[in-house]
């Protein structure tokens, strides 16, 4: 159907900026180093300069309210007034001192005119608002609790949940997303803003106080929503994008008979509703998706290429099917003949009403790749990063709509030719890790002996005490230690300076920690970049990147490396560290190192395999250095894994397949070493409750959590479940600059020696310490540990019984 028009389009684009512009921006007016008019001028500078250069791409609509200053689930709350009473600025000092629930603080608020109840709206929104959210610093300077922190589906980008109180009512109150809109019409740009739905936001909050169901919050948030699109009218915007991704989710039958009364009532003359699907396919969802009163829908096709055929057979003759066949969660190059031969077919039965676009927002991808210098010609070859994802995008339409264009002819025999050469190279195949995989056994997977043996080998070895104190691995990382791994990759130091410097850095972490009375110290991890890239780059089968930032939550951006080929460890490569850390102390030090799993999903991943073979294969690397470190003297050794819940597929019938895989990885990286070794795991910011007994399964002698933020509310799986092995259930958030509370630390460890013997409990915080300062690290830990003596004191002598009978009456 040659010259038939076919729009090209986007789901939104990285926000953060090409040198990670906005999080230094944001990082400087935290400090004090920026005004906020300094801040907001550099929002709207990167803004200007991503729609210049979607629309010079030749997309046909650029995305607005994509951009957002700490996360775009945050900004829609703000949009919509739903601002936690101890964020605001109003806030009286019993929300700010009742932290998580602020229905807590209502009767001693109710009948006063000047402060509002958790249910209403807030209208009085500014920056600082959304940082108080995210941060946990209340409008007074005093410490509050942030909102909680969770992964957005399967990715590895974090979202501020929402919090929903009974009854409660919402409004417009917040402009962002439509002076963005306005903004972008205004330059001359034609847009399609991009909100979250209300479905998808409910779904994805969580209820505070009262107990209740946050469903029956619909009918009083849909106002919000009809305001928010008469505003975009107003503003000039024809087309709106709202996605609701828990459309490729198991739903319950009330949400999803919920959708089409919504939808009709989100209808507007002014405006055209795109319904944006994403991260899977629609499942026993399609039939309402299709049979949505909308303008288009958008289905994600490159997790899902087996319900394109039935979309386009199924949909409406009126109806926009937006078809994502570029990956916006890889950095894969796009094969656009394949691709071209999917949208032809729909092209053929649709005509017009076929538009194409990437899989998803291209949040999840770096933003160029012609900045790479160092990437390998040949694998450099085979990769697209956002600006280049947004090319294909315009290269399949033009391929569609003028297929004897030469540009467009050009990028497709250059697409051909990387695909058949990455198929064919020999940088990707290694028989001897292929060799070493087909010749895993079962015992390889299983330690000697069951945890009890263990445990009682381990604490004859270590003598810890109660409520034995750790922390999770990363120390501040200061300028000093970045300065000196720059200058040492750029050649101004040479190789034993190096090692100096960072065996200073060593010792004065180890020195802090006795100072402070920690029990099971840690290096610090100077020497490292970020917990998945450094050991990346000491594993074959892994390639780096200069530029290649995306977005992990706020100003925290990572690098992942790319795994293009079978991977496998030449060489030991924390061990020297490790071991010369142990010299250091009489005191245990943990090894560190980041397990199977999340050096899978925190990388970008070869596409031509299953991911569970590479999962393998990395732990088998893995393997061989937790038995040099046990080797080399360290009788504590950490494997984290704070990614194996977000790998979780989205539906319920795939979950015991990628478990069964997930479990066996950690099990082989863990199972080399003796019964007094004792092995540690760390997990953040997920909903255990769901594989509570695959967390078993790993049999860790000791797993530390995140509990902080959620209030103590993930502890619950472990207690629910009766969790057999040690947990150290995080006290305190370090992604917080506040200094925590020793009462707060002791009544959450209470609160677990309700439920859990008191000798298997630790005391931690909930992650690591490197993006933190030194002032506020030592004051935490201080208290920390203060906590622990308090607890040791109060328990010293008790039998588990006794002891979880006074936790209950004390909590």
Known sequence: MSGTSV???????????????LKKALE??????LSREGLEAAGRELRLAHWKLQADSGLDLIPTGDFAWYDQVLTLSATLGNIPLRHRKDAPASAVAHTHDDAACCAHTQGSASHAAPGQPCTDVDLDTLFRVARGRAPTGQATTASDMTKWFDTNYHYLVPEFHLGQTFSLSWRQIIDETADAIAAGYAVKPVILGPLSYLWLGKEKGQAFDRFDLLQNL???????????????????????PILVLDLPAKWQQAFENVYHRLQHKQLKILVATYFGALGENLSTAVNLPVAGLHIDAVRAPEQVLTLVDRLSAHKIL??????????????????????T???ERLGERL?????????????????????AADIKSWLAFAKQKVGEVVALKTLLTRPFDALAQEALSSSNAAAQARRTSSLIHNPAVQARLHAVKPQDSERQSGFATRNKQQQALLNLPLFPTTTIGSFPQTDHIRQTRRDFKQGAINEAEYQNRIRQEIADAIARQEKLGIDVLVHGEAERNDMVEYFGENLDGYAFTQYGWVQSYGSRCVKP?????DVSRPQPITVSWARYAQSLSQKPVKGMLTGPITMLFWSFVRDDQPRATTALQIALALRDEVVDLESAGIKVIQIDEPAIREGLPLRKKDWQAYLDWAVKAFRISASGVQDETQIHTHMCYSEFNDIIGAIADLDADVITIETSRSDGELLQAFEAFKYPNDIGPGVYDIHSPNVPEVDTMVNL??????????????????????????????????RMVEAAVILRKEYAGKSSAKARHEAAELV
């Open 345 to 347: 077919a729909a092209q």
């Open 322 to 343: 937006s078809i994502g066949v570029v990956d916006g969660r890889n950095i894969w190059r796009n094969d656009l003949g394949k691709s071209l031969a999917v949208l």
């Open 749 to 782: 460890l209470r609160r677990a020696a309700r439920e859990l013997p008191v000798e298997r409990l630790w005391v931690n915080p909930d992650c690591g310490l490197k993006t933190r300062r030194w002032p506020e690290t030592e004051a935490a830990l201080a």
């Open 7 to 21: 729009i090209a389009h986007n789901l939104g684009f990285p926000r953060i900026g090409a040198d990670r512009e």
């Open 28 to 33: 400087a007016y935290w400090r004090g180093d």
């Open 222 to 244: 849909l106002p919000a929503y009809e305001q928010l699109l008469q505003a975009l009218a107003d503003v000039g915007a024809s087309w709106v994008q709202i996605d609701e």
């Open 355 to 375: 538009w194409v676009a990437p899989s998803c927002s291209l949040l999840h991808s770096p933003v160029d790749l012609e900045r790479e210098e160092k990437l």
């Open 561 to 565: 490396p790319i795994i293009y080929g």
